[in-house]
């Protein structure tokens, strides 16, 4: 079975910062790009980042430089480390895996149920 599943979400004052965890299935972990987004109510779910295969890190515009995603592969964990943490992070943030990488949601199988992130000023 297929499966994802995060955690580390929190509410946090601004400037903080969070580290994020995705449990995947080893399968996933070595054959699948993955990917964090975050979604906030009435919004679409925006792309955060990517880890892709040989360990290669791509990020979206809006959380650039404040976003690091890491790899624990003993464990089959995903990281997202986000520091400055703003009122505007507040989302849903989620993990997702697919055959390919990009901004598009429907180019990833598997998703995550999220972890909450609430950021106050």
């Known amino acids: 079975q297929v499966q994802l599943r995060e955690s580390g979400g929190a509410s946090v004052q601004s400037g903080g910062s969070l580290r994020l965890s995705c449990v995947a299935s080893?399968?996933?972990?070595?054959?699948?790009?993955l990917a964090w987004f975050r979604q906030t109510p009435g919004h679409e779910r925006e792309w955060v980042g990517s880890s892709l295969l040989f360990d290669v890190t791509t990020y979206g515009d809006s959380m650039k430089g404040r976003v690091t995603i890491s790899k624990d592969s003993a464990n089959s964990i995903l990281y997202l480390q986000i520091i400055v943490l703003k009122p505007e992070d507040t989302a849903m943030y989620y993990c997702?895996?697919?055959?390919?990488?990009?901004?598009?949601?429907?180019?990833?199988?598997?998703w995550g149920q999220g972890t909450q992130v609430t950021v106050s000023s």
């Open positions: 997702a895996a697919g055959k390919d990488w990009g901004l598009d949601t429907r180019i990833y199988d598997y």
């Open positions: 080893r399968f996933m972990f070595r054959s699948y790009c």
